[in-house]
């Protein structure tokens, strides 16, 4: 289904499509390495590359449900069942995997307990190796999926596909009773920064990763101060800090994509600005409303109770387009009643 003729609903992120494909690289690093290393438990024997290898099939796993958001929320871009565009799919994805990481978190938390309760013995040599190693494919997966150190969760993230400016002869204004008029405008898009710029999608892939290479370095830490100084406590106990770190940054997750799902104001300083811009008119800002329709995109709902007849619709659409992040705006403006 095509959406209705006016102007689309495309609200993707600018490095939507490239950001598909870093997911897609990384599964296929993901998945060689744990064949690699399941195929080499099997050959020498050893349950501990047979343990990694299955780990490494965890991040293969996230790095699947960033793919496969981006795939549906392209296919569905222009997908008529959606009000406002598919451009929260990856914050839904995002906050499944925020999930995920906190499960995650539990499990290793649990393990480093009981292991700090019950010690185990441990193969040093072939432990610390094995953490080096997925070390090393960590930093590889963050490096791919950050564009070589740079990662992109602010930037101009403005999809370009969607009806910039309708014109006067696609702006539909309706009049209702006692003067008020509605219309819906796709807003030319600007190049603010702000955190509704975010890929959450991206963010929850490359925090899965960096989560995952901080628990390499703390089990390498551990591992060497079990090896060198006898202190075999230290590996539980670098993995519980490893647990309450991966805690932290899921829980950073979950409360921002969560933020986005329930549509919280995204921008309240943007808010401020539209009620200031009404009030320096004269006017009376009736209601506001502002979410987020996908990185970088905001909707908003504006209604205005002006003194002046002569500030219509066009008036108020004119001054709203100060604010380039604004991408689908609805303005009511109401007047005084004659007499």
Excluded at 147 to 172: E, Q, R, T, Y
Aim: proline share 3%; charged share 15%; glycine share 12%.
């Amino acid at each position: 289904m095509v959406a209705p003729s006016g102007h689309d609903h495309v609200f993707l992120g600018e490095g939507h499509d490239r950001n598909a494909r870093k997911t897609r690289t990384v599964i296929a690093l993901c998945t060689v390495v744990m064949a690699i290393e399941i195929a080499g438990g099997v050959h020498f024997g050893s349950l501990a590359l047979i343990a990694d290898g299955l780990h490494m099939s965890t991040h293969a796993a996230a790095m699947l449900i960033a793919a496969l958001a981006y795939g549906y929320a392209r296919r569905h871009a222009r997908d008529a069942r959606f009000s406002f565009g598919t451009g929260k799919v990856g914050d839904l994805a995002g906050f499944s995997s925020a999930v995920i990481l906190a499960m995650i978190a539990l499990l290793i938390g649990y393990e480093a307990v009981a292991r700090l309760l019950h010690p185990v013995r441990i193969d040093f040599d072939q432990a610390i190796g094995i953490a080096f190693l997925g070390l090393a494919v960590n930093v590889l997966s963050a490096w791919l999926l950050s564009d070589g150190g740079h990662v992109h969760h602010h930037g101009h993230d403005h999809a370009h596909d969607h009806a910039h400016d309708p014109g006067p002869g696609l702006a539909s204004s309706t009049r209702l009773g006692a003067g008020a008029a509605v219309v819906h405008v796709a807003e030319p898009t600007g190049h603010a920064h702000g955190a509704h710029h975010r890929d959450h999608n991206m963010r929850a892939a490359f925090v899965h990763v960096a989560a995952d290479a901080a628990v390499s370095i703390l089990a390498i830490l551990g591992l060497a101060a079990g090896k060198y100084f006898g202190l075999v406590f230290m590996d539980p106990v670098m993995g519980i800090v490893g647990a309450l770190v991966i805690a932290n940054w899921s829980f950073g997750l979950v409360r921002d994509t969560g933020a986005i799902l329930l549509d919280m104001n995204p921008d309240p300083s943007l808010d401020r600005a539209i009620s200031d811009l009404v009030a320096a008119q004269g006017d009376e800002l009736r209601d506001l409303h502002l979410w987020r329709l996908g990185p970088g995109h905001l909707g908003a709902i504006v209604a205005v109770h002006s003194r002046d007849a002569a500030r219509d619709v066009s008036h108020y659409r004119r001054l709203l387009g100060r604010f380039g992040d604004l991408s689908h705006v609805t303005v009511e403006v109401t007047w005084p009643r004659p007499g």
